[in-house]
T-cell receptor, first 117, second 109 residues
């Protein structure tokens, strides 16, 4: 079965550079979530999109932006990178079961490991 | 704000023993609870998902229970094996996932 695809798997950048992470959800999934996991930390929710519209926002820095495209893939853009942005970035996708309540099962990609030097 | 806590933070047990990992959450208004496994530097592998209306789920040697009213879940691992060594994370869903702090499990051969 198809899974969530994230690219690249590894990315090395220098301070103040920009980075773009991509996420391709499972076919027919309409919701995408981004999480950030720092070294030794638990994953923290950044942002989510449902049907190409932002649906929820967590602890995402203003230097980061994201969007979901018409083919439902999502990109996380990170500018003015800082050393503290070094982390594992996960994307998850789900298919909304009902209109009013999201009892979604989230399926995770393998993650993108970003190292900022 | 939802807070998820896992106890203990680390656990070492001899191979073959049964063990229990604990997860507690502060807000019982959840849609479901998931248990994940994470190997060092790797991604998240979903082990079990319990819907809010369910009390437990089983998969092989794993059994997860959920008591929403008390804000608790447990993950029971039977007949532990060295390959079970990993960090186990619980996460509650209320739209987004809120993860617990994790339990680092080491099975001693």
């Amino acid at each position: 079965a198809a899974g969530v695809i994230q690219s690249p798997r590894h990315l090395i950048k220098e301070k103040r550079e920009t980075a773009t992470l991509k996420c391709y959800p499972i076919p027919r999934h309409d919701t995408v979530y981004w999480y950030q996991q720092g070294p030794g930390q638990d994953p923290q929710f950044l942002i989510s999109f449902y049907e190409k519209m932002q649906s929820d926002k967590g602890s995402i820095p203003d230097r980061f932006s994201a969007q979901q495209f018409s083919d439902y893939h999502s990109e996380l853009n990170m500018s003015s990178l800082e050393l503290g942005d070094s982390a594992l970035y996960f994307c998850a996708s789900s298919r909304r079961v009902t209109v009013t309540i999201a009892k979604n099962i989230q399926y995770f990609g393998a993650g993108t490991r970003l190292s900022v030097l | 704000k939802q807070e998820v806590t896992q106890i203990p933070a680390a656990l070492s047990v001899p191979e073959g023993e049964n063990l229990v990992l604990n997860c507690s959450f502060t807000d019982s208004a959840i849609y479901n609870l998931q248990w994940f496994r994470q190997d060092p530097g790797k991604g998240l592998t979903s082990l079990l998902l319990i819907q809010s209306s369910q009390r437990e789920q089983t998969s092989g040697r794993l059994n997860a229970s959920l008591d929403k009213s008390s804000g608790r879940s447990t993950l029971y691992i039977a007949a532990s094996q060295p390959g079970d060594s990993a960090t186990y994370l619980c996460a509650v869903t209320h739209g987004k996932l809120t993860f617990g702090t994790g339990t680092r499990l080491t099975i001693i051969p």
